[in-house]
């Protein structure tokens, strides 16, 4: 269900605040977190028969367990593929930063949609997106380590925030900026290689266009390229070229 902007706001308060002082880097590790928050974790593989087929009718991928004195417990399905497993996690520690076992006033279907959001903000921060200079399904799941399918939503979350970003980032943005993030740096290196690659190529590309040595002055026959020197051009079996009557390629 959809929240209200002014808990959407809230939530991400509250995901700034506690990667701040948790003292968390990107690509966020959803264990690392659970323990800096003092929550121990269960995997379901450790239980006993009887424990598992319980934890398993509670929930087939993860839930909190509170208790008046004592840690809190986050019991998740570690057979599940691991994004899938980070994101219980975080979904988890969003019940509990949002206090959800005291706010009885609140609904299950509230509740549930407050911690999967606050889950998908802390995996992946709309501000540390803007920084990857390529973004892709593919770019946003390699770089924050999500399904595909969470990578998805993300990006189209991503394209709604970027519609109203108007250059200057809200406090809490900032905050999660200003988080060590050695990691995704590395991997933003990457693609600001790859999109100089492809740059070149692009421009190469347009250069050979206007090449007269790579074809031939007849009207509508394919050329074979294989011959020459160029690597780039190489890559290309065939390219059939036209020339017009002032020698132009069509």
């Known amino acids: ?9 809230e939530i991400k308060g509250e995901v700034a605040h506690y990667l701040v002082r948790c003292g968390m880097s990107y690509p966020l590790d959803a264990g690392v977190f659970a323990r800096r928050m003092d929550i121990d974790f269960v995997p379901y593989s450790t239980l006993g028969r009887d424990a598992y087929i319980a934890a398993m009718k509670t929930s087939r991928d993860g839930f909190l367990c509170e208790k008046n004195c004592g840690p809190a417990y986050i019991f998740f399905n570690d057979e599940r593929m691991k994004e899938r497993q980070d994101m219980s996690m975080l979904h988890e520690i969003g019940h509990q930063v949002l206090d959800h076992n005291s706010t009885p006033n609140k609904s299950d279907e509230v509740k549930e949609s407050e911690a999967k959001f606050f889950a998908k903000y802390a ?3 709309m501000p540390l997106i803007h920084l990857l200079p390529m ?6 799941q390699k770089a924050f380590g999500l399904s595909c399918e969470a990578a998805g939503y993300a990006l189209d ?3 709604k925030w970027l519609e109203h970003f108007d250059g200057t980032y809200k406090d809490y943005e900032l905050k999660i900026l200003a988080l060590e993030r050695s990691g995704l740096e590395a991997y933003i290196f990457e693609l600001n290689g790859i999109k100089k690659l492809q740059s070149e190529c692009d421009q190469q590309l347009d250069w050979n266009k206007y090449r007269p040595d790579l074809v031939k002055e007849v009207r509508g026959h394919a050329v074979p390229l294989q011959s020459h020197n160029s690597t780039f051009v190489q890559r290309n079996l065939y390219e059939v070229r036209q020339i017009s009557e002032f020698g132009g390629v069509m």
């Not at 269900?1 to 706001?9: A, G, H, I, R, V």
């Open 1 to 9: 269900m959809l929240l209200d902007d002014e808990t959407y706001e």
């Open 123 to 125: 995996k992946a921060p």
């Open 135 to 140: 973004k892709t399904v593919e770019t946003i």
């Open 157 to 159: 979350n991503y394209k």
